[in-house]
């Protein structure tokens, strides 16, 4: 009986350290909260899967974000090379113009001049009359341009429709030039591209003419002229000859 009672006690104490034990652990497993204790890398009872061969598997107290593994078999896209600048658009480069080109370059048409001298060389002795009678229609005039030695502009004289106009000069070797037409584009651009320009041709074709001095000579266009006149022909030129 005593024996009995001595186990007893001894089983009532071994209870009564076992309960405070359980409610200390109790305790402190409500106050630890998340702070478990790890081992191994692990809580207690959590099974840890191997790694896949090429992947990074991060452990729970790390918290990184694992890697994406690379697939086999599958090609990277290639990058989008930049797209090359357009070059600018080289300019246009602007038309050039030329005498005669039309008779827009010459500006707007004018009113004739009166029949008579337009301009002669002052420097020039007055020595020789040169006078034109020309037979044309009332619409169309004449454009008279007398050259020294082929290339000096001595004088221009002007006849619009039926007319005559004369001319001083000195004694000497002259180029007669003519031109024709009915919009009139002012002393230096004439009648334009669309007028008619000619060379007047004398003793077997030649577009030379000497003029003697103190004589008056007289060319008539179009008109019938004394039958021991000499022959005057004519030849086209062009605009820019004029």
Known sequence: MKKLLTLCMVLALLLACAVPA?????HRLQDAGDDFELKDGKLPG????????????PTPHTGAVPSI?????????????????IPPVPSIPSVPSFPGQSPASAGSPQPWPADGVLWRDEGLMMQTDLSFKVDQPEDRGMHIKIYRDGT???????????GSATVS??????????????DWYGQAASFGNFGHYEVMTFD?????????SGYVYTITVNTTASPDADSVGSRPTSYDAF
């Open 204 to 212: 077997g074709g030649s577009s030379e003419v000497t003029l003697e």
């Open 46 to 57: 959590q099974n840890v899967l191997p790694a896949a061969p090429g992947s990074a598997v």
């Open 22 to 26: 359980a409610a200390a652990a109790g």
């Open 69 to 85: 593994p690379s697939i086999p078999g599958v090609p990277s896209v290639p990058s989008i090379p930049p797209i090359p600048s």
């Open 169 to 182: 000069i000195p004694g000497g070797t002259y180029t007669i030039r003519t031109g024709t037409g009915s």
């Open 152 to 162: 000096e502009l001595a004088a221009m004289l002007f006849i619009g429709g039926p």
